[in-house]
């Protein structure tokens, strides 16, 4: 059954209109130019709005998983200790005009911090009470390449209500029920016509055209896991100095370091988490000394098998979305793409040669 | 909202007890707040939790305590980085926060009707203290076969848990075995590694379960000793320690391969350990 799904339009002119009036009730953010760069901000009229931007460099990710949380503050109090609350978990988000790369790791990491035993709460409420409204990308850099990781310019379905920019309008989508029921509640929004979904696939099938990656990822986790003594990975690593910029930019990374911040001498303090990276050998490195990860070697290969093995295996899914940052941004030029193309074309000789311990 | 996954639990100390004559390792029993807290806490030997000293941070540590051992939980703690050196400068009645319990614990349903090896060296000890204590339960004890303890140590004064170690010593349904490198004086139990040690006693493989804690190099040659002696490699088990922070596979330091130590772990057959990369 074909599902309608009332898509609507509106005007890029009436932009504000839609921020002062129909989504007032929520925190909306955006991406806005700073600097030189655009960065995912907190807005309330249309301004400073750069819908046409290639990407954000810090992924929006940062809006309900900032660099450094507060997981709780405490004061000390006689004998005793309480603790206070300090995130804003309640607080009704919008993320407007989000990737769809950056939408699909928000999937991502909702499987990874619900899965097992132990569910992240605090990630889970926010991102419960987030909405995503995205919007494809008319013209692809030549980094991305979501299309080779299950990913598209135009997927909708991470997000709740999608937008397509049709030059003077976008068209709007509602895809989630809550998306539904938000674009429902606005009634000053035009039905889109005929043409407009015209114009849309089209703008689909040029920004799909317009990736010129097409790598080959069949049975990736199982060539990395036979390959993880291959000699490959030292030259793969010579390169890298190790700044973990493609970790820090990652949309889908999600390691954390924890942290207590003291203020002696007024009795009080909070822990906070802040990223972290396995990059770093200080993130292995054992109080005695022992670090099970000392090598550039290996700690260049677990962010590689993170991604592209152990996610397969743990959760049958690739932990990577296409957005290509880490390649945009790797001051050495490290390429994911190049790396994983070299393993996927390894000869049954090459299979055979091994690093040396 | 307080995140519930991150909360430390509140404890105050009940007892600090030295344990070695270096004084750089501690034991310490932990009392909750509240009542409930204590009720919620259900573990077996074998599992770890975060210790909290608020303003100093938190850091994961297996328990010392066995189950059977009601109303507190003990701790065995080596005087190593911040937190565990505010471990050993806080008091009697000071204020410890607690998360947990975490990860799987020795597989003490499995073990039962097998003989059981415990190999412990140094330090390592105090997971096997907790499961030497279980095991020899009287609620437990008719479960399992023999049990064979076999601890070593550099000096006489480096052996934990000595007043543990003389009750234990009294049973006659519990084989000890204590060494140290070297002859020292008054010393009355076995002398040399503990790899060499295992091999002279040879616990026999049949029906039988090894768990192995200590120190990497003893881990390694008593592993050779064992299966030497037969011990296949789903017979030998070991209790991994990785730098840690959340406890609750969220934080991603502690992976090895696609497993997470915290939550996949901390004990892993040897087995296991064969089919998983080298990162440890």
Redesign the interface.
Known sequence: MVEKKLEKIIFKQDLDRLFEESLKDFTVYGPIEKKGNIVFEKIDKSDNLKLNYLNSKIPPKSVIFPQTETLFEYEKKDDEIIFKESNNVGKKRIIFGIRPCDAHSFTLLETFFSFGKFEDDLFLKKRENTILIGIGCNTPKNTCFCTSVNGHPFKDDDVDIFLVDLTEKYLVTPISDRGKELIEGISWLNNANKNDLKKSVELANNAESAIETNLNLDNISEKLDNNFYNSLWKEISEVCIGCGTCAFLCPTCHCFDVIDEEDHYNNRGRRVRIWDTCQFPLYTLHTSGHNPRSSRIQRCRNRILHKFCYYPQNYDLIGCVGCGRCIQYCPVNNDIRVILDKFQKLSEEEEEKLLVA | ???????PK?TKIRNIRSENQANDIKTFELVFNNQEDLEEFNYIPGQFAELSI?????CPIGIASSPTEPDSLKFTVKR??TV?TAMHDSKE?D?V?IRGPFGNGWPIEDMKNKNIVIIGGGFAFSTLRSLTEYLIHESNRSEYGNITVIYGNRNPGELLYEPEIERWKKRDDLNIYLTIDQEAEGWSGMVGYVAPVVKEISPSPDDSIATVCGP?IMIKTTIDVLKELGFSSEQILNSL???M??G??????C????KYVC?DGPVFSLKELEDM?D??
């Open positions: 909202m307080l995140p519930e996954l991150y909360m509140l608020l303003g100093k941070g938190e190593m980085g565990t009645e204020i926060g990497p320690e990785m730098r922070k959340c609750v596979g969220k934080c991603g330091r992976n090895i391969g696609n939550i990369p990162e440890y």
